[in-house]
Antibody, heavy 123, light 110 residues
């Protein structure tokens, strides 16, 4: 069974930094694209970043480019999100999510999610 | 970045049918946007319903179906049940590694 467990969240001051981790188990981590998705309190889901199987490609939503860095350690089955220059607008539950490939349709979709971790940046 | 639009809310009677849509602020949605749909009840993690426009994820009841309707992706719930009351999100692939969630639709069953 797939398990994704986030850690590292909490309260951080405006302009501060935080590093989120996601420990993966139950599958071959190095065979999957991974993603961070966030959800501000009472708001919808927002894709934040994706990382390729070997970490060679990374993509970000415009609002976090230059501030957030997604990375992975396949030897440790772990995904990370380094967040810098945090603002109140970054306050959200952050989910680690696995991308599955539909070999028939040739598409990708989210198929597994962690429970999420709350990051709070006071305004 | 492009805004992916969904209806803010829908109300459906038990046993009724409702169709949620997923559109673009400019342009038409097609299968090349790899539409997928997710259900989220308050306080819970999202659940995958549909991927590749119309493929149901494992364990998803066949009352959920996905399609392209006109210039939008669509999720239809046929024979709505009380536990279908949730928020529903679509995701579209914009190319270049970029994905965008829709604004979400709150479905009430009453």
């Amino acid at each position: 069974e797939v398990h994704l467990v986030e850690s590292g969240g909490g309260l951080v001051q405006r302009g501060g930094s935080l590093r989120l981790s996601c420990a993966a188990s139950g599958f071959t981590f190095s065979s999957y694209w991974m993603s961070w998705v966030r959800q501000a309190p009472g708001k919808g889901l927002e894709w934040v970043a994706n990382i390729k199987l070997d970490g060679s490609a990374k993509y970000y939503v415009d609002s976090v480019k230059g501030r957030f860095t997604i990375s992975r350690d396949n030897a440790k089955d772990s995904l990370y999100l380094e967040m810098n220059s945090l603002t109140a607008e970054d306050t959200a539950v952050y989910y680690c999510a696995r991308w599955e490939r539909d070999d028939v349709g040739g598409t990708y979709y989210y198929d597994s999610w962690g429970q999420g971790i709350l990051v709070t940046v006071p305004s | 970045q492009t805004v992916v639009t969904q209806e803010p809310s829908f109300s459906v009677s038990p046993g009724g049918t409702v169709t949620l849509t997923c559109g673009l602020s400019s342009g038409s949605v097609s299968t090349t946007y790899w539409p997928s749909w997710y259900q989220q009840t308050p306080g819970q993690t999202p659940r995958t319903l549909i991927y590749s426009t119309s493929t149901r994820s494992s364990g998803v009841p066949d009352r959920f179906s996905g399609s392209i309707l006109g210039n939008k992706a669509a999720l239809t719930i046929t024979g709505a049940q009380a536990d279908d009351e949730s928020d529903y999100y679509c995701v579209l692939y914009m190319g270049g590694g970029i994905y965008v969630f829709g604004t979400g639709t709150k479905v009430t069953v009453l």
